[in-house]
């Protein structure tokens, strides 16, 4: 039961995780210092993502579940946990291509305010 629950925190760690490659810029806003963790962290996002670098903690998830005697997965933690998420039936490319320009435009906002704020 220890590894099972183990394994549950490990999807809710690597979830934050993704939500703060994501959205992190945000806090900037409050805690400026928080950019030392946050570039890191969406250095190593894209890293993986460009590189298709195997992340540790889905390998860590997959031990955990085996050692509760549950099954693993084979794909990575975005496609079986997220994907379904993020690419829902009837999600057109225009709606991803959206969704995209919605990132992109809330991070360049943020860190544009960052970057005023620091030499203001």
Not at 19 to 32: D, N
Not at 57 to 62: I, S
Request: proline share 5%.
């Amino acid at each position: 039961m220890h590894y099972r629950i183990a394994a549950d925190g490990l999807v809710l760690f690597h979830l934050a995780f993704i939500v703060f490659v994501l959205f992190g810029g945000l806090l900037l806003l409050k805690w400026r210092r928080l950019i030392w963790w946050h570039l890191p962290c969406v250095a190593w996002g894209i890293a993986v993502e460009l590189f298709h670098l195997p992340c540790p903690l889905t390998r860590w998830e997959n031990l955990m579940r085996h050692a509760a005697g549950q099954s693993g997965y084979g794909a990575g933690f975005i496609e079986h946990y997220v994907w379904p998420l993020i690419y829902p039936s009837g999600l057109t490319p225009a709606i991803q291509l959206g969704l995209a320009g919605l990132v992109l435009l809330v991070n360049v906002l943020v860190y544009s305010q960052v970057i005023k704020r620091r030499f203001a």
